[in-house]
C-alpha cells in the first residue's frame, strides 16, 4: 500500500468518518468501539433515566465480561509549578491504561463536560478519551470521542 492510500485508510475507517491522522495506538478505533458497545448495551437494557453511579458501575460490569481491563474513579494527582497538588481530581473509569472514560447522566452535554476530558487527557497525558452520557433518548447522541 503506498503513503497516500495508508492515509486515506487511517482518515476514514471508523465507519466512514474522518480520523485523527495518528497511528493506530493513538486512535486505537476497536477499543473505543468495544467499549461503546458496552455502553451501548447497557443503554438499551436500562435506558436513560438512572443515576451517573449507576451507569459506571454497569459499564464496569460489561467491561469485565468484554475482557477488558480497567480501573474505577483513579485519583489523578495534578502537578502545578514544581509540586505535586492533592486535589481529589478523579477519573471515571481508565481502559486498557489508555482510554479514559467519563460517564454521564445530564439533559445534555455541554462544552464544560467536554473541556473537563480535554483537561484529564492533558494532564494525564493520555491520547484518547469517550465522554458517554446516558441519559438519551439514543446513545449515540451521547457519545463523544476525543483524541489529542
Not at 52 to 77: D, I, M, N, T, W
Amino acid at each position: 500500500m503506498d503513503r497516500a492510500s495508508r492515509r486515506l485508510a487511517v482518515d476514514f475507517h471508523h465507519r466512514g468518518h474522518r480520523e485523527h491522522r495518528g497511528g493506530t495506538e493513538d486512535c486505537n478505533s476497536s477499543l473505543s468501539w468495544a467499549i461503546i458497545g458496552c455502553g451501548m448495551k447497557i443503554h438499551s437494557r436500562l435506558g436513560p433515566g438512572l443515576l451517573e453511579s449507576v451507569y459506571e458501575e454497569c459499564l464496569c460490569h460489561e467491561l469485565s465480561k468484554a475482557g477488558l481491563e480497567f480501573r474505577r474513579q483513579v485519583e489523578c494527582p495534578i502537578k502545578y509549578d514544581n509540586f505535586s497538588l492533592s486535589s481529589g481530581l478523579r477519573l471515571d473509569l481508565l481502559v486498557k491504561e489508555t482510554v479514559i472514560v467519563e460517564v454521564k447522566a445530564v439533559e445534555t452535554l455541554l462544552s464544560i463536560h467536554e473541556a473537563q476530558l480535554l483537561t484529564y487527557l492533558k494532564i494525564t497525558g493520555k491520547r484518547l478519551g469517550l465522554l458517554l452520557n446516558f441519559n438519551t433518548l439514543h446513545f449515540r447522541n451521547g457519545i463523544r470521542r476525543r483524541i489529542i
